[in-house]
């Protein structure tokens, strides 16, 4: 890349409900971050939406802060952000009504009548990508059915990232991982035309923006320049989406490794060499854009979110957690928890749209910070059942905001039974997108030096011998709800 001076690259990292921006010098090292809150709407029961055009304009804004003179020019704008869901856009990238998010629950009954009628199952044995309700397919079938006239003033019915990447580069495209669910063909190159059909929506075929490997690429507009203060010309990556983003900023590059990302979901992912269809429907193979090497992924709906509305329930800030987690002991005074408390169910390690949380254990004795802590401790048996299923064999890394709390990760480090590498921070997604782009421009990077982990935290053996009888019995509790999520 062309350019005087200290080379400078910004990540832009669209979350569920904050976008944040972060400006790197050719080490690694964050010079400058800055986010902004876009929340989520809840307009109808179950229905969970996004306004676009206020996420554009926050993005415009943080690149003004996080570039303010053009000694912060960067000579790479690389974007990412939250996966699935059904964001619809014109000609122009502008947003045609509200984003539907990932979280959203509207389309349960078009995966409920898919599940009756086996297409779920084939898609799975297809694709190696398991279905839920906020995935764009179930989404786009619900739009189909509903709100057809949106459809056909719509261009594309794309992601997150690609609206931003479209606005600032005017192309239309998406990558391998985004296109990885749910029309992939499992090669992260091209959509399955199976799968579309399969989903009654070959009809709407053309609303699927063309794949590009290992990313789409573009520049900067004058118009996208205006808005967002950044040069016209500069280069512009647009993914991977989050997940692989952060796995790629963790430094996950072994066949093995593992990423545990503590954040509005628990995401839970593997790098692996093939894509294996066979054994429980659940979870999903990204294609990273590189052949032969996937993320098999197993997000569980909810992480830090559970813990946002429990600390909310009590009255308890996030800043009190750490005291709470250290006055109380494993095993919560026997309070146990199934953490499954997103409106649209859970989706991995297994999928069921009716799953539904619980406490159990509890007496009037039980205090708050055992409440507290049993949550923690049920996120942790959440991850171990996800990872194991995903097929963790090497290093595992950990990222996200959960991971402020060192009482919490020691949590994690003996309910999982090994260490775990704290990923260099701040902004892990925002990093590994840089990295993804420089990688995808063909520029030389030292990747080792841009992930090398803040810390490592180890398990603490006492704990991991009692975390091992409580994670059996968090399994069995699993089964023994199963009949009453179905009542």
């Known amino acids: 890349m062309d350019g005087a001076g200290p080379a400078r690259y910004l990540g832009v990292d669209i979350g569920t409900s904050v976008a944040k921006l972060a400006l790197f010098d050719?080490?690694?090292?964050?010079?400058?971050?800055?986010?902004?809150?876009?929340?989520?709407?809840?307009?109808?029961?179950?229905?969970?939406?996004?306004?676009?055009?206020?996420?554009?304009?926050?993005?415009?804004?943080?690149?003004?802060?996080?570039?303010?003179?053009?000694?912060?020019?960067?000579?790479?704008?690389?974007?990412?952000?939250?996966?699935?869901?059904?964001?619809l856009l014109d000609d122009d990238a502008q947003p045609v009504g509200p984003a539907l998010s990932w979280l959203d629950a509207r389309a349960g009954d078009v995966l409920a009548d898919w599940d009756r009628a086996g297409v779920t199952e084939a898609i799975y044995r297809r694709t190696g990508n398991s279905l839920?309700?906020?995935?764009?397919?179930?989404?786009?079938?619900?739009?189909?059915?509903?709100?057809?006239?949106?459809?056909?003033?719509?261009?594309?019915?794309?992601?997150?990232?690609?609206?931003?990447?479209?606005?600032?580069?005017?192309?239309?495209?998406?990558d391998a991982s985004d296109a990885s669910m749910p029309f992939g063909d499992a090669t992260g190159s091209r959509y399955d035309s199976g799968v579309l059909d399969a989903c009654g929506l070959a009809h709407r075929a053309g609303l699927l923006a063309p794949v590009v490997t290992p990313l789409p690429t573009g520049t900067v507009t004058a118009g996208a320049a205006a808005l967002t203060g950044l040069p016209a010309g500069v280069a512009v990556t647009g993914g991977p989406y989050d997940l692989p983003a952060c796995a790629a900023g963790g430094g996950v590059t072994e066949f093995g490794?593992?990423?545990?990302?503590?954040?509005?979901?628990?995401?839970?992912?593997?790098?692996?060499?093939?894509?294996?269809?066979?054994?429980?429907?659940?979870?999903?193979?990204l294609a990273t854009g590189t052949p032969g090497r996937w993320l098999r992924a197993m997000p569980a709906m909810v992480g830090t979110a559970?813990?946002?509305w429990l600390l909310a329930l009590l009255g308890r800030g996030h800043d009190q957690l750490d005291g709470m987690l250290r006055e109380t002991a494993?095993?919560?005074?026997?309070?146990?928890?199934?953490?499954?408390?997103?409106?649209?169910?859970?989706?991995?390690?297994?999928v069921d749209p009716a799953a539904r949380g619980q406490f159990t254990g509890i007496e009037l004795t039980t205090t708050g910070a055992q409440l507290v802590r049993a949550l923690c401790e049920g996120l942790g048996y959440a991850a171990r059942q996800c990872l194991e299923a995903a097929g963790l064999s090497g290093?595992?890394?950990?990222?996200?905001?959960?991971?402020?709390?060192?009482?919490?990760?020691?949590?994690?480090?003996?309910?999982?039974?090994?260490?775990?590498?704290?990923?260099?921070?701040?902004?892990?997604?925002?990093?590994?997108?840089?990295?993804?782009?420089?990688?995808?421009?063909?520029?030389?990077?030292?990747?080792?030096?841009?992930?090398?982990?803040d810390r490592l935290i180890d398990p603490d053996p006492a704990a991991v011998s009692y975390y091992e009888d409580g994670y059996r019995r968090y399994l069995a509790n699993q089964d023994a709800a199963r009949p009453r999520w179905r009542r």
Request: glycine fraction near 12%.
């Open 132 to 174: 839920f309700p906020g995935a764009q397919a179930p989404l786009l079938a619900w739009l189909d059915k509903h709100q057809p006239d949106r459809l056909a003033r719509a261009a594309t019915a794309g992601y997150c990232k690609d609206m931003v990447f479209g606005r600032l580069t005017g192309v239309r495209a998406t």
């Open 395 to 453: 290093r595992l890394v950990v990222c996200g905001g959960g991971t402020r709390s060192l009482p919490w990760l020691e949590i994690f480090a003996s309910v999982l039974g090994r260490p775990l590498e704290l990923a260099r921070s701040p902004e892990v997604g925002a990093r590994g997108a840089v990295l993804a782009g420089l990688a995808a421009l063909g520029e030389p990077v030292e990747v080792a030096a841009w992930t090398r982990p």
């Open 26 to 87: 050719e080490d690694g090292t964050v010079l400058r971050t800055a986010g902004r809150s876009v929340p989520l709407q809840h307009p109808a029961p179950g229905h969970v939406e996004q306004d676009a055009a206020a996420v554009f304009a926050a993005v415009a804004e943080l690149a003004r802060e996080v570039c303010p003179t053009p000694a912060d020019a960067p000579r790479l704008v690389a974007v990412t952000g939250q996966g699935d869901g059904c964001w």
């Open 257 to 285: 490794a593992g990423l545990l990302t503590l954040g509005t979901t628990l995401a839970c992912q593997v790098l692996v060499s093939t894509v294996d269809k066979s054994g429980t429907r659940a979870g999903m193979h």
């Open 330 to 350: 494993p095993g919560a005074g026997g309070v146990e928890v199934l953490p499954y408390l997103a409106p649209s169910g859970e989706r991995a390690p297994f």
């Open 306 to 308: 559970s813990l946002d």
